[in-house]
């Protein structure tokens, strides 16, 4: 059994011209509960204002929460603020905030929303309101619960929001393996970004994978991993690039999870990208993933990690 965050208000309204699938939270919450007893569901409550204030401007946030967000911002993001969306845009950060929680106890959890990585200070994009990655990363060191958070993201796209916010913060560093040629267009510079070439493949970008996350680890030594685990490199993917198969996604799922596992490092997933006119075939390449992540935690004990926990 391992954990899974979710909450009803995940599944917001479609709003009007937007591009983004909003019913895909409640589509993999219906697969994931459909028969299955290894999952422990959890509810999330909001994330309070003054976390979010501590990566995002402020005046931001306030337009966020009374949904007055200008016209030119909701072009950024990608779809109007309505006053649903950004009840969702204060639950997903704290739906990662639990799951880290979660993973800090068990060894994994996953929220089933998040990965909201291109949102910045002061405005949205690509889909993105809040940055729940930066936001969690920030809180967890702020409050002393861990000293040194990783943030691993495996999104097709660039985690620019993500290093920006947390670029200069002690005990954060981020890791992004993305491919080169997709959004944004101006990067952000990461601890560590792998840009890849289109159509790598699964074997090319496992080897990369490889490659690169493994010394990060080792010379980082998280006492934790925010793993960003979007199913967008999928070679049927409408926004990626990167065609790997089904099956290289799930290698890449098991492979971060032994790193993780090997090291005694609790993880703790959120959803991000995962696109395409299937509503329901994107939401199995999520529940994919995150069965692939929970299964390897379930079957392999974790060795004692209690040492790396500063407080829990």
């Not at 793993?227 to 290289?248: I, M, N, T, W």
């Not at 492979?255 to 090291?263: E, K, N």
């Amino acid at each position: 059994m391992f954990a899974v965050v979710h909450h009803p208000d995940y599944v917001a309204p479609a709003t009007a011209r937007s591009g983004y699938q909003w019913n895909k939270n409640g589509l993999v919450h219906h697969l994931l509960a459909d028969g299955r007893d290894a999952i422990d569901w959890h509810v999330p409550e909001p994330m309070p204002i003054a976390h979010i204030e501590a990566v995002h401007d402020a005046d931001y946030v306030a337009e966020v929460v009374a949904a007055r967000v200008p016209p030119h911002k909701e072009r950024r993001i990608g779809f109007a603020v309505t006053p649903l969306v950004a009840r969702r845009a204060q639950l997903v950060p704290g739906g990662t905030w639990l799951a880290a929680l979660l993973a800090l106890q068990r060894g994994f959890a996953a929220n089933n929303a998040g990965g909201s990585h291109h949102a910045l200070a002061d405005c949205g994009a690509g889909f993105c309101v809040f940055n729940d990655l930066a936001i969690v990363a920030v809180r967890l060191i702020d409050e002393g619960r861990v000293s040194r958070v990783l943030i691993v993201d495996c999104d097709v796209h660039q985690g620019d929001g993500t290093a920006a916010l947390t670029a200069g913060r002690p005990g954060i560093a981020t890791y992004s393996i993305h491919a080169e040629k997709n959004f944004p267009a101006r990067k952000a510079r990461s601890t560590v970004d792998v840009g890849l070439p289109d159509g790598v493949g699964d074997e090319g970008y496992l080897a990369i994978l490889s490659e690169t996350l493994v010394p990060m680890i080792d010379q980082f030594s998280p006492d934790l991993i925010l793993y960003q685990a979007g199913v967008d490199p999928f070679e049927g993917d409408r926004l990626g690039r990167l065609k790997l198969s089904a099956a290289g996604l799930l290698q890449r799922e098991r492979f971060v999870a032994g790193l993780a596992i090997d090291r005694a490092v609790p993880l703790a997933s959120t959803l991000g990208g995962g696109y395409g006119l299937d509503a329901m075939e994107v939401a199995r390449r999520h529940v994919a993933s995150m069965l692939a992540l929970g299964t390897a935690f379930t079957e392999r004990p974790m060795p004692n990690r209690q040492k790396r926990i500063t407080r829990a």
